[in-house]
RNA sequence: GGUCCGGUAGCUCAGUUGGUAGAGCAAUGGACUGAAAAUCCAUGUGUCGCCGGUUCAAUCCCGGCUUGGACCA
């Protein structure tokens, strides 16, 4: 069986999943896209030493901050792990944030192979609309589904065309949207917004108290902060800060204020995309976790 | 006590030569297949500080009051 921990940030996934790896006899695995780089600790909320060893954990602190990691490589390394804790007749705990990355390890999402090398900067120079009326022209399909703006999107939807030969529509459309896996719960923790709000404000807090500065400071002297692995909330908002634009002050609000925009957003992601079966506190879904070991036994 | 400037959306403010108002941010809803903590889309009714006057019509003009700030005593 796989129970997949989800909600938005902040509410409490980390420790539920302990106390079910725990009393359920069951492994962790990570699904979160920032908790998998190493030396990005506090601002990622990841679990403590101590935490890390009451569970078996996986699929944390396993890859160089300099490296580009993408869902694929995830999709990868996930599966792995969940076949080899499946083999061992245990119940697979997967806990994290990452929507897609849960998505794309339990559902029949297929990346094909990549040619590299690719020349893309010819694309560089063009407005929006320019690439877009590009994209419909190459994969009238996809266009359909990605909103001109959406930059990002458009350019990689070309890019699929380029890299591999085929069409993103194409190869979605040779899926069937099925999980590849029996058996498999979402169990997403619901909290009222207002409360949700008061907590990420208060853990952005508790990082500044545990040493966050200090830090992203050594990283930032070490690292290059256009690695993906700085993109993320509660590092990318201190680069203002090195810069001398922000206050120290400005940069809390900032990061509080951005993992409250994202934690709306992750609950729009596991409202719509996976059937997730909602609680309203921690002890309900540990209840409801309990009686499906109890059903399936 | 006097002079000047301000009080408009949750916040910062714009605006209406008089016809009951709009930006940014926040907030809310949504999309999501190789950066996803990313990227993108949609949504603006608020006693226009209060009371009165002028006017067909006042948030806008006039008077008073109240309140914040600056300056002068």
Redesign the pocket.
Known sequence: MIVVICGPTASGKSKLAIRLAQDFNGEIING????VYKELEI???KPTKDELMMATHHLFDYVEPTK?????DYQVEARKTINEILSRKKLVVIVG?????QK?SLYD??????KENVDLSDLAPLSNEELYSYLVSLDEKASL?I?P?????V??AIA?IRQ?GCK?SE??EA?E?KMIYEDVHFVGLNIN?EEL?KKINDRVDSMFEEGLVEEVTSLYEKYDFNN?AF????YKEFIPYFEGKNSLEETKELIK??T???A??????F???MPTIWCDSIEEAYNYVKGLVNKDD
């Open positions: 979160d896209a920032f908790q601002g990622t909320a580009n990691h993408s869902v694929m944030g990452t929507g897609l990355y794309a999402y297929t990346f094909t192979e990549e589904k909103h703006n959406n930059r990002k999107r350019l990689r699929i591999t993103k190869i979605e899926q949207h917004r709000y993906n993109k993320g909330i509660g204020k951005n409250r925009n994202y709306k957003r992750q609950f729009t992601f409202k719509h995309q």
